[in-house]
């Protein structure tokens, strides 16, 4: 397989899972689940991006179309990741406080709604803070792919000679 891909994905999961004990390490409370949410640190959105980048610098060259295409992609998700989730994060702990105090006003007034609503997820984008840190996790991941292949390859010609 691609190592790129593999070095990528890895570090998305690897970022997800580096959630759970940080979140533990903040609040004192385990968190299993954050392995299969949004939000949070580090990103793992910026982890998968940034170790593809880093891969693809250091083995094909920063000044290659490879790396280019890598690279402003890669700016666009953790923008997205950052900015317009985020945004929509917080308009949605809007909506969540308003069907709160449209519930209120309900109970008040004894006027029964047919079904509840939903509670809307409010988790969705990254601080930059965050996003940074995925970036950072994830270009060190990306590194460290390079050198493990590297070095492989190194022992396949050691071996094959």
Not at 51 to 71: C, V, Y
């Amino acid at each position: 397989m691609n190592r790129g891909v593999v070095t990528a994905l890895l570090s998305i999961v690897a970022a997800q899972a580096l959630k759970i004990p940080l979140y533990y390490f903040k609040t004192g409370k385990w968190n299993p689940m954050l392995l299969f949410q949004t939000g949070g640190m580090p990103s793992s959105h910026s982890a998968g991006v940034s170790s593809l980048t880093t891969f693809i610098a250091l083995k094909k060259g920063f000044s290659t179309i490879d790396f280019a295409l890598s690279f402003v992609f890669g700016l666009i998700v953790m923008y997205d990741a950052q900015g317009i989730r985020r945004q929509t994060g917080e308009l949605t702990l809007k909506v969540n406080s308003l069907d709160e105090l449209v519930s209120k006003a309900d109970q008040n007034r004894a006027i029964p709604f047919e079904e509840k609503p939903k509670k809307l997820k409010e988790m969705l984008g990254h601080q930059p803070a965050e996003v940074v840190g995925g970036a950072i996790f994830g270009s060190l991941l990306g590194a460290a792919s390079f050198l493990l292949e590297k070095k492989q390859r190194q022992k396949r010609k050691y071996f094959v000679r």
